[in-house]
């Protein structure tokens, strides 16, 4: 038997090859030659086990170094079209931010900023001095702080409020969110001790009451952000929970999740809680994300009593937890947008997508299915369909949307759905009973044309 691997080109010959040296001004010498290198141990490696190794000649194998070259070169992390209809979808970064929060972002990433420095008295100041009065103002609390997730957030209000004590909860409110996020989990890391009270589906008043002792800190509603109990059921409204609170002298948190500041009730979105909601009852804590139905970067909001903000802040772990220059410019302009509900509607891309009417929607639909009916082989039929919102808000709400149902002649739908998610840009649509739907509630205007020759490209049979 002769040596299979004699058959393989030497480095210096590959890298000699026309594919190699189209590529020197791409790539650095040492980048192309370590390419090369690991094209030719993988080629002898599926030789030593037997399998055909393809073409081995030097070009073909230039180009495989090339092609690992040009893959690692792009970045891992990409724009990604949601052509799901899902507006808080998890994977894909939950919410996308409005222009002036993106603009924000972006100006306090490159350059420096008044981040802790009082421009005016030139003395050093608080990073969250720039958030907090718009959080008061959308919560009406008499005082607000701020940390990097709604998680983070329980964690430093259990701890400031009730570490190495008891925390009351329902039964039917330990929730999970998603990401490792159980409040029973949450509990044990802030150090607080929870204290189950009813069933899964019942908890009256009086399960609290027996529950409150010497040892407790203090009660917590948590909203169930993605799931609801149904049928026979019974839960203790926050107005009896603060009444309970202030007969007993304990704080009541409000731990609110999804962070809804303007109502959607109106727009057939109802049933999640207004921030506002949970102060104007009188909690003393009310704690939501940045980043659900805020329409914000991710972040935690805090907002409630003075003394209990104190407290918090005070804790060595908010070092830890802390907002980046960023995340605290994108927060500030987002909740500046609040400062007129309508100019949030229209300017909050979560709040867009969500209240966008259904005729516009549909309009848009039949356009786009047009465009698309005029390339070779692609059906587009427009239809009614429903989405969830994501992201751990409003999860029984279905929201009638208009879909397009694309099929391309030779190709199933998850083969088309792979293809568009590898392309560029990427894009991610629904695949549901075997066909492949777009929703554009998710896309913004100016990204259809994208979206369009990103469909045209991942029909077209053998790119
Ligand atoms: C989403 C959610 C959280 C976690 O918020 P993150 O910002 O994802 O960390 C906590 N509690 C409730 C009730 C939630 O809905």
Redesign the pocket.
């Known amino acids: 038997m002769s040596n299979p691997f004699r058959g393989l080109p030497a480095v210096a010959r590959v890298l000699e090859a026309p594919a190699a040296a189209a590529a020197r001004d791409r790539y650095p010498p040492a980048a192309l030659t370590a390419a090369v290198r690991d094209v030719l141990e993988a080629a002898r490696d599926q030789l030593a086990a037997g399998a055909e190794g393809g073409d081995l000649g030097a070009e073909s194998l230039a180009a495989r170094a090339v092609a690992r070259l040009d893959s690692e070169s792009v970045p891992r992390l990409r724009t990604v079209i949601n052509a799901t209809g899902v507006v808080l979808h998890t994977n894909l970064g939950r919410a996308p931010l409005a222009e002036d929060a993106a603009r924000a972002a972006y100006d306090a990433g490159r350059g420096y900023l008044n981040l802790e420095l009082d421009l005016n008295t030139g003395k050093r100041g608080s990073r969250l001095a720039a958030v907090r009065d718009g959080i008061r103002t959308i919560t009406g609390a008499e005082a607000a702080t701020a940390v990097n ?4 957030a ?1 964690v430093i209000v259990l701890r400031a409020v009730a570490a190495g004590r008891e925390v009351v909860v329902s039964r039917g409110q330990l ?1 999970e ?1 998603g ?1 490792g ?1 159980r409040i029973p989990e949450i509990m044990g890391v802030s150090g607080a001790t929870l204290r189950e009270v009813g069933t899964t589906n019942i908890t009256r008043p009086a399960d609290y009451e027996r529950a409150v002792g010497s040892n407790t800190a203090a009660l917590m509603r ?2 169930t ?2 799931y609801r109990v149904r049928g026979f059921t019974k839960a203790v409204g926050l107005d009896e929970l603060i009444a309970l609170g202030k007969k007993h002298g304990l704080p009541v948190i409000d ?4 962070g809804q500041a303007l109502d959607l009730a109106p727009f057939g979105l109802p049933g999640e809680p207004l921030v506002s909601a949970g102060i104007a009852a009188g909690a003393d804590l009310v704690l939501f ?1 940045g ?2 139905l805020l329409g914000g970067p ?1 972040a ?1 909001l805090i907002a409630g009593r003075a003394d209990l903000i104190a407290r918090i802040e005070a804790d060595p772990l908010m070092r830890a937890l802390r907002l980046d220059k960023m995340t605290l410019a994108a927060l500030e302009a987002t909740l500046r947008l609040y400062r007129d509900p309508e100019r949030a509607r229209r300017e909050v891309p979560v709040l867009r997508m969500l209240t966008t009417p259904l005729a516009d929607l549909r309009a848009r639909a039949e356009a786009f299915a047009a465009r698309l009916r005029a390339l070779p082989g692609v059906t587009a039929d427009v239809g009614d369909d429903v989405a969830y919102v994501g992201g ?1 808000s409003l999860p029984d709400v279905a929201v009638p949307t208009v879909v397009i149902v694309v099929g391309v002649a030779g190709l199933s739908e998850a083969e088309f759905a792979a293809r568009l998610r590898t392309g560029t840009p990427a894009v991610v649509g629904r695949v549901q009973s075997g066909r492949f739907l777009v929703d554009l509630r998710t896309v913004s205007e100016r990204q259809e044309d994208e979206l369009f020759s990103a469909l045209r490209t991942a029909s077209t049979t053998l790119a």
């Open positions: 997730n709604c998680a983070a329980t929730v969110i990401g996020f948590v909203h952000s993605n731990d609110a999740g999804s994300s980043d659900k991710q935690g751990g």
